[in-house]
């Protein structure tokens, strides 16, 4: 089992603010960076950011994202055994095809609810994402596939990943409404705005319903307009079908119905 971390609407965050952090992270979950990767424009490339990742060191990824020759790229910890990475963090932009965002996928059996805790308190204090999300996959390749809604996997079985896919601002320049109107489905950890706060649920808000019953988890403010929503694992289908339902969820579909057959008189 693998655990995604994934933050949105990063277009005001620096590269060297997230070399820094995915750094410090890293090593408060005790995982050695053993390589690291850069995104660089191909000069004759088959469409507009089309682009390669050129492998290097992470002192050398240092050095060229301070001086301004890298901004989206790729860290590593790598294993034997285990491909593509054991764990890794990601920073992409919008210049090589994409749209803004910074993803991790890394083991859950290193998770640690405090060094997450601490690198979220640390990342919202620069005032650089409107939205985040912590999930779980079975892979490591699902954890990665899903920051971005690709390859159809999917996290819960209310859920159609690829319509988060379309709602983001790559080639498909989506509506991006998980910024503050919507969100993409519920998970174990959220971080909101203050604009998610304000969604109107059957008279009330957002925040006043999340407030209104344990069940709905727990709330905790961060910086910048930025709140902490978490709930507990067993909520998370009911809270995705109740939400889903009143068309508050980018990727909610409703669960299929199985009708059977007749039997023949």
Not at 73 to 82: K, L, M
Not at 136 to 163: H, I, P, W
Not at 167 to 177: A, L, P, Q, V, Y
């Given at each position: 089992?693998?655990?995604?971390?994934?933050?949105y609407?990063?277009?005001?965050?620096?590269?060297?603010?997230v070399?820094?952090?995915?750094?410090?992270?890293?090593?408060?979950?005790?995982?050695?960076?053993?390589?690291?990767?850069?995104y660089?424009i191909?000069?004759?490339?088959?469409?507009?950011?089309?682009?390669?990742?050129?492998?290097?060191?992470?002192?050398d990824?240092?050095?060229?994202?301070?001086?301004?020759?890298?901004?989206?790229?790729?860290?590593?910890s790598?294993?034997?055994?285990?491909?593509?990475?054991?764990?890794?963090?990601?920073?992409?932009?919008?210049?090589?095809?994409?749209?803004?965002?910074?993803?991790?996928?890394?083991?859950?059996?290193?998770?640690?609810?405090?060094v997450?805790?601490?690198?979220?308190?640390?990342?919202?204090?620069?005032?650089?994402?409107?939205?985040?999300?912590?999930?779980?996959?079975?892979?490591?390749?699902q954890?990665?596939?899903?920051?971005?809604?690709?390859?159809?996997?999917?996290?819960?079985r209310?859920?159609?990943?690829?319509?988060?896919?379309?709602?983001c601002?790559?080639?498909?320049?989506?509506?991006?409404?998980?910024?503050?109107?919507?969100?993409?489905?519920?998970?174990?950890?959220?971080?909101?705005?203050?604009?998610?706060?304000?969604?109107?649920?059957g008279?009330?808000?957002?925040k006043?319903?999340?407030?209104?019953?344990?069940?709905?988890?727990?709330?905790?403010s961060?910086?910048?307009?930025?709140?902490?929503?978490?709930?507990?694992?067993?909520?998370?289908?009911?809270?995705?079908?109740?939400?889903?339902?009143?068309?508050?969820?980018?990727?909610?579909?409703?669960?299929?119905?199985?009708?059977?057959?007749?039997?023949?008189?």
């Amino acid at each position: 089992m693998y655990s995604g971390i994934a933050l949105y609407d990063t277009v005001c965050l620096s590269s060297k603010t997230v070399c820094e952090l995915g750094e410090y992270f890293f090593n408060n979950l005790g995982l050695p960076i053993t390589g690291a990767g850069y995104y660089s424009i191909l000069e004759h490339g088959d469409h507009l950011g089309d682009h390669e990742i050129i492998e290097t060191s992470f002192s050398d990824l240092k050095a060229k994202v301070e001086n301004g020759e890298a901004t989206a790229f790729r860290i590593y910890s790598e294993q034997d055994g285990v491909q593509p990475w054991y764990a890794s963090l990601g920073y992409m932009t919008s210049e090589f095809g994409g749209f803004h965002y910074v993803d991790i996928q890394y083991p859950k059996e290193i998770d640690n609810p405090n060094v997450v805790n601490e690198f979220i308190r640390v990342v919202s204090e620069e005032k650089s994402f409107s939205y985040g999300i912590k999930y779980f996959n079975d892979k490591v390749t699902q954890s990665f596939y899903y920051a971005t809604g690709d390859n159809m996997v999917n996290v819960f079985r209310c859920e159609n990943s690829s319509l988060f896919k379309r709602e983001c601002h790559s080639r498909f320049k989506g509506k991006e409404r998980y910024k503050g109107s919507m969100l993409r489905m519920v998970y174990p950890v959220n971080i909101i705005n203050i604009n998610h706060l304000g969604i109107t649920i059957g008279g009330t808000t957002l925040k006043d319903w999340i407030l209104s019953s344990e069940k709905h988890g727990t709330l905790k403010s961060l910086s910048n307009n930025l709140w902490l929503w978490k709930v507990e694992y067993d909520e998370l289908e009911k809270l995705n079908n109740h939400l889903g339902e009143l068309g508050l969820l980018i990727s909610w579909k409703p669960l299929a119905v199985n009708k059977g057959f007749k039997s023949l008189p």
